[in-house]
């Protein structure tokens, strides 16, 4: 701070300074605040306004607010977009609410606080209420439903009751525990989900043959469920009438240099549940399929190239042939997650018998899949030469 003495200078040589100069002055400070200031900042007069400077109260109105409406159009969207098009259901249905905020509630309304094991699926109002009832009743068996949602533990009994429900299911015992039969209330995902029959299936299996009610072939692998199941009954086929569930699953380990990556690609992009796993491998449920991910330092697929098509087709490399929504539901999500194509998404074969849509991209390892649709799925294995 400037002493009295030199305040005392400075007015001395203002008294100094001739008036007209001394006006001079002040009519251009007036012409530079009037030319560079806000009009809101000067008085009538030139003068600095204080009032300007003062902090303005600032009201935060929020109108986002989730009622019945909102989660009526979270059914719909679940219905049409399913499970984890999050992008699409704000987009189209809730644009006032992000990604992850549609997610939660998605998870409230289905009751898990996973989605993982959901990904890609799609029902109405009635299914996603009965995912949420039976999430419900495992939740409360287990001591796992917590805040509204079934909630994983470190033990494992929510996959473990899952297992039990749908061994019972297939051997058309009724769960006292759950106040229901779950032979006539298991759904396709439950089931679909879990690994291949445990020994609590096989020690069920024991019980119903000493009562002479096993049917042939009872203890099947669970995929086998999965594919006789629909979405609201699971029931056994004519021995006689073909059916996908006879088709045994196939089973593929490869490597891969990083465990923690592989399984976020295959367990949370893919949505394929885990099975067992080991300090250096782990095994997913691919579609009903047995893969297996053996860790190995170091190791970066290569693959070569062959042209199918005009594309150039990475080899070796597997995958899955998928419904034509199927496809085009992973695609959807695999250009959410920004992983890169190999091969675009496309129609090939146009107008012949092997006319296919197809997609080609890589593990965090290197390692090529392949996703294709055929358009007549029933040409699948059709023999014919391509030109």
């Not at 560079?36 to 003068?47: K, V, W």
């Not at 998404?345 to 197809?358: A, N």
């Amino acid at each position: 701070m400037a002493s009295a003495a030199v305040l005392q200078g400075r007015e001395k040589q203002l008294a100094s300074v001739p008036q007209a100069q001394k006006t001079e002055r002040l009519q251009w400070v007036h012409d530079m605040r009037s030319a560079f200031s806000p009009a809101a900042m000067l008085t009538e007069e030139g003068s600095i306004n204080q009032e300007f400077f003062k902090p303005t109260k600032v009201v935060m109105v929020d109108d986002k607010k989730w009622g019945d409406h909102e989660r009526d159009l979270l059914y719909q969207a679940l219905e049409k977009h399913g499970v984890g098009n999050w992008r699409e259901i704000s987009e189209q249905y809730l644009p006032k609410w992000d990604d992850q905020a549609i997610r939660i509630k998605a998870s409230r309304l289905m009751g898990s606080q996973s989605l993982a094991r959901y990904i890609g699926w799609k029902g109405n109002r009635a299914a996603v209420d009965a995912e949420r009832a039976v999430n419900k009743a495992i939740g409360d068996r287990t001591g796992c439903w917590k805040a509204g949602v079934l909630v994983e533990d470190d033990a494992g009994s929510v996959k473990k009751a899952l297992n039990k429900l749908a061994c019972k299911a297939k051997f058309g015992l009724p769960d006292m525990a759950l106040n229901m039969h779950v032979g006539a209330r298991v759904t396709a995902l439950h089931v679909a989900q879990l690994p291949a029959p445990s020994l609590s299936c096989t020690a069920l299996a024991k019980v119903n043959r000493s009562n002479k009610q096993t049917p042939r072939n009872a203890c099947k692998p669970t995929v086998a469920l999965a594919q006789a199941a629909s979405t609201t009954d699971v029931q056994e086929k004519p021995e006689n009438q073909p059916s996908s569930s006879a088709m045994p699953p196939f089973h593929l380990a490869f490597p891969v240099s990083d465990l923690k990556q592989t399984k976020s690609f295959y367990g949370s992009l893919l949505g394929c549940p885990e099975g067992r796993s080991a300090a250096g491998w782990v095994d997913y449920n691919l579609f009903g399929h047995q893969i297996v991910c053996h860790q190995v330092k170091g190791y970066n697929a290569k693959a070569s190239a062959n042209a199918v098509d005009g594309d150039p087709v990475p080899v070796p490399h597997f995958g899955l042939a998928l419904s034509v929504q199927q496809f085009h539901d992973l695609a959807d999500r695999v250009k959410q997650a920004d992983v890169q194509f190999v091969i675009q998404p496309h129609l090939r074969f146009k107008g012949q018998p092997g006319e296919q849509w197809t997609m080609f991209f890589k593990d965090p390892s290197g390692n090529a899949l392949e996703f294709k649709a055929m358009t007549t799925p029933e040409n699948l294995f059709a023999k014919y030469y391509v030109s």
